[in-house]
Nanobody
Framework: QVRLVESGGGQVQAGDSLRLSCESSGRRFSSYAMGWFRQAPGKEREFVAAFAWSGGTPLYGDSVKGRFTISRDNAKDAVYLQMNDLQPVDTAVYYC??????????????????WGQGTQVTVSS
């Protein structure tokens, strides 16, 4: 059974930082796409950041460029999201995603095959 497990969410103040982690089990993702999406109440799931493949240049959503950094540890089949200068608009459930099927655009949620259960990030002003 493939599992992606996120951790590191929490409640912070505006301007603070958080680091999210996602570890996989049940299959290797070291050669495949891994990324992060988020979903705020009443809104669609939004692309945050992703690696299209194991050695690719990271992709970022426009709203997080310059503040968030995605990284991965292929030996651990893990992906991380360093979030700096958090703002209330960043409040959402953050989901880790893994993609093994060949897809051209990893900014689209439907192009990922596996999902974690999500971790809540709440930013207060």
């Amino acid at each position: 059974q493939v599992r992606l497990v996120e951790s590191g969410g929490g409640q912070v103040q505006a301007g603070d930082s958080l680091r999210l982690s996602c570890e996989s089990s049940g299959r290797r993702f070291s050669s495949y796409a891994m990324g992060w999406f988020r979903q705020a109440p009443g809104k669609e799931r939004e692309f945050v950041a992703a690696f299209a493949w194991s050695g690719g240049t990271p992709l970022y959503g426009d709203s997080v460029k310059g503040r968030f950094t995605i990284s991965r540890d292929n030996a651990k089949d893990a992906v991380y999201l360093q979030m700096n200068d958090l703002q209330p608009v960043d409040t959402a459930v953050y989901y880790c995603a893994g993609g093994i099927s060949p897809r051209s655009d990893r900014r689209i949620a439907d192009n990922f095959d596996y999902w974690g259960q999500g971790t809540q990030v709440t930013v207060s002003s």
